[in-house]
């Protein structure tokens, strides 16, 4: 039989970007062939959105629009919702899950620019710039060389060697700077870098030391009076990951002894939840602490890259069924397909269903040339490639196998 090839009508499918997301992202929807997309530059009222929601396939948010369980379940097109942020609490992921609706964020866009804050912080406090900085603004000249050091030759003790641990590294080696590192997974070393078997080697040997760990219970004030008590006197202390592996108040008692030379954090137990509410913090009375408020991962570059990234992700998805990258779906990497139909079967993980979805194609005579599954505890993912002329019940027929959740075809 002559297969015919049919490609996806995107001029159909429905795109809202809204909190103005970076114009990357309408770039990429456009260069990939989507035609109805609507931007705002504010979150909607929820009475908006919920009107909105009746439409669109595809939504594109930052961190004021929530998407909760109500909400939700009034978007009955909806297929996929992308964070153009770090992080997801914005929405319900696991209502949206058993809805059948991948979610994607950009974990990594910001990696680079909070590497290049640390580099800068580990530049300043070896050399005393805090300190000297607030003296000069209060009329006090403090032209001296003591206790300031370059920091080639140095070592640069590394908490965490993920994606902004190692980026660290690398751009610090080129500084000069030896580099050890701490982790519990066993990571490819980059350049020079040196893993340690234990935290208390890398704090026994670093000038300075600089966090890169998620926070997790076995993190959580990860350095304490014990881990300050064992750094080299005189070492520096960088936290640009979580306020709550830090216990800031043995970071204070480190710094009025004299243990520790200088502190560089942006992040904390407690952060002001808008620009309108105060910052209060034990680190506050020492010159020789650089406090940021969180703003390690904020810049343009980074918007742009998470502009990119996730509308990438949506497109991918929309496109092919794709759902690396989601945060809370199992994951399948589908390439596009040729002259094939693909049809996209979400269902709830009871036994069953599969053998239900295999017999619909079967029955027809229709040969299923490609299969991917993947489950979990609560859903199951199922991808059927097929090479016969369209049948456009069989759609209809997979959405009314019991357990459906949701059901596609990518022509
Ligand atoms: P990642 O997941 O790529 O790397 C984390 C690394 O820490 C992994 O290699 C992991 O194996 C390691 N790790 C986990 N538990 C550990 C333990 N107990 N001891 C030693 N190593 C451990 O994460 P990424 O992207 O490098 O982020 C690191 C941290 O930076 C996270 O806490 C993240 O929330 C924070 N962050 C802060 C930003 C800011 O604006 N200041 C922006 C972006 C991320």
Redesign the pocket.
Same mark, same amino acid.
């Given at each position: 039989m002559v297969t015919k090839k049919y490609s996806l009508d995107k001029s159909k499918i429905k795109v809202l970007l809204l909190e103005g997301v970076h114009e990357n992202a309408l770039k990429c929807f456009t260069e990939n062939g989507y035609s109805d997309i609507e931007c705002y530059k504010e979150a909607l009222s929820e009475n908006e959105l919920e009107e909105k929601l009746k439409h669109i396939h595809i939504i594109g948010i930052r961190s004021r629009t929530e998407l909760r369980k109500v909400l939700l379940h009034k978007a009955p097109r909806l297929i996929t919702i992308g964070c153009f942020s770090?992080g997801t609490n914005q929405v319900d992921i696991q209502v949206a899950k058993m809805l059948g609706i991948p979610v994607f964020n950009a974990?990594?866009s910001?990696?680079r620019s !909070?590497a290049e804050l640390v580099i800068a912080e580990c530049i300043m406090l070896m050399r005393g710039i805090p300190e000297k900085n607030a003296l000069a603004h209060n009329n006090i000249w403090m032209k001296s060389a003591n206790n300031a050091v370059e920091v080639r030759g140095k070592t640069l003790g590394v908490?965490?060697?993920?994606?902004?641990?190692s980026q660290v590294s690398i751009l610090a080696e080129s500084l000069g700077m030896n580099i050890v590192y701490?982790?519990?997974?066993k990571?490819l070393s980059l350049g020079n870098a040196r893993p340690l078997a234990s935290?208390k080697e890398l704090l026994r040997v670093s000038d300075t030391v600089t966090v890169? !760990?998620?926070?997790?219970e076995?993190?959580r004030n990860?350095i304490s009076k014990d881990e300050i008590d064992l750094m080299k006197t005189g070492a520096c202390l960088i936290n640009?990951?979580?306020g709550d592996?830090i216990d800031y108040v043995a970071v204070a008692n480190g710094l009025r002894s004299k243990h520790l030379a200088g502190v560089a954090a942006?992040?904390f137990p407690k952060e002001p939840a808008s620009n309108d509410e105060p910052f209060v913090n034990e680190l506050q009375e020492f010159h020789n602490v650089i406090l940021t408020p969180?703003?390690?991962?904020?810049t343009l570059e980074a918007q742009a890259n998470i502009g990119l990234e996730v509308a990438e992700k949506l497109v991918k998805f929309s496109d092919t069924g794709s759902t690396i990258g989601a945060v809370n779906f199992v994951e399948i990497s589908l390439q596009p397909h040729i002259s094939k139909q693909r049809f996209l079967h979400i269902h709830e993980n009871v036994p069953g269903v599969l053998r239900e979805v295999n017999h619909l194609f079967t029955s027809r005579g229709i040969n299923i040339s490609a299969e991917y599954l993947q489950t979990d505890p609560d859903i199951g993912y199922v991808i059927i490639e097929t090479e016969s002329e369209l049948d456009k019940t069989v759609i209809n027929d997979l959405k009314n196998i019991p357990h459906t959740i949701r059901a596609r075809i990518l022509y």
């Open positions: 770090i974990p990594f910001n990696t !909070v908490i965490g060697y993920g994606h902004i641990g701490y982790d519990i997974e990571k935290l890169h !760990v998620p926070s997790t076995l993190t990860m640009a990951s979580r592996i942006d992040v969180h703003i390690g991962g904020n």
